[in-house]
């Protein structure tokens, strides 16, 4: 069965400092993989995807992930933490069965940055 | 902004209650699935719609159920509602049941308290 994982439920950085929130995944074939952020009472936004090519993947608000196939990981990643990036963070996969392609989702990680 | 809108933004009902949530797919998509995210919790899928017709179901009762029109618009109804029903209801429209990517754009939500 395929699945996400986000094994911290919360990070927390000081801005400035560069900051990872972890996600491993478990799919058959090849993986298409998504990380959105979620701000309180919003809806979830696309932040970047991984479906071939470089391992690292560049996205918006300065976010990058990098795929590690032997690791199944996908983990995000920034230079450095701004304040404003507290949010909700989700990891995604699609299912690679049947025609739906829905994706898969990890439970979150909360991110606080501080100042 | 992805051009994906949610109407009510909130709303409150009791037990037993029915409701309606609406959702408008941003332009060129035909493909609209709809989520439950509880507090605290990742989205769980409900269900898809392509061109007016279910095309993906998770793991809901039937008292879940949806539509969708010929303009890709659609509409999410609960019946019999319960304590637990009580969550932030995410529509998402892609093109083509997913596109090639999966990559799915969300509105805002649908904040429904069950009392």
């Known amino acids: 069965a395929q699945s996400v994982a986000q094994p911290e439920d919360q990070v927390n950085v000081a801005e400035g400092n560069p900051l990872t929130v972890k996600c491993t995944y478990s799919v058959s074939g090849n993986p298409y993989l998504f990380w959105y952020v979620q701000y309180p009472n919003r809806g979830l936004q696309f932040l970047l995807k991984?479906?071939?090519?470089d391992n690292l993947v560049k996205g918006s608000y300065g976010f990058e992930a990098e795929f590690n196939k032997s690791q199944t990981s996908f983990h995000l990643k920034k230079p450095s933490a701004l304040v404003s990036d507290s949010a909700l963070y989700f990891c995604a996969v699609r299912e690679n069965a049947g025609n739906n392609r829905k994706l898969i989702w990890g439970l979150g990680t909360s991110l606080a940055v501080n100042p | 902004e992805t051009g994906v809108t949610q109407s009510p933004t909130h709303l409150i009902k009791t037990r037993g209650q029915q409701v309606t949530l609406r959702c408008s797919s941003q332009?060129?998509?035909?493909?609209v699935s709809w989520y439950q995210q509880a507090l605290g919790q990742g989205p769980q899928f409900i269900f898809q719609?392509?061109?007016?017709?279910?095309?993906g179901r998770g793991n809901f009762p039937p008292r879940f159920s949806g539509l969708q029109f010929p303009n890709y618009s659609s509409e999410l109804n609960v019946n019999a509602l319960e304590l637990d029903d009580s969550a932030l209801y995410l529509c998402?429209?892609?093109?083509?049941?997913?596109?090639?990517?999966?990559?799915?754009?969300f509105g805002e939500g649908s904040r429904l308290t069950v009392l």
């Open positions: 991984y479906i071939t090519g």
């Open positions: 332009s060129g998509h035909n493909t």
């Open positions: 998402a429209s892609s093109p083509n049941r997913g596109g090639p990517t999966g990559e799915l754009f």
């Open positions: 719609y392509y061109r007016e017709e279910e095309n």
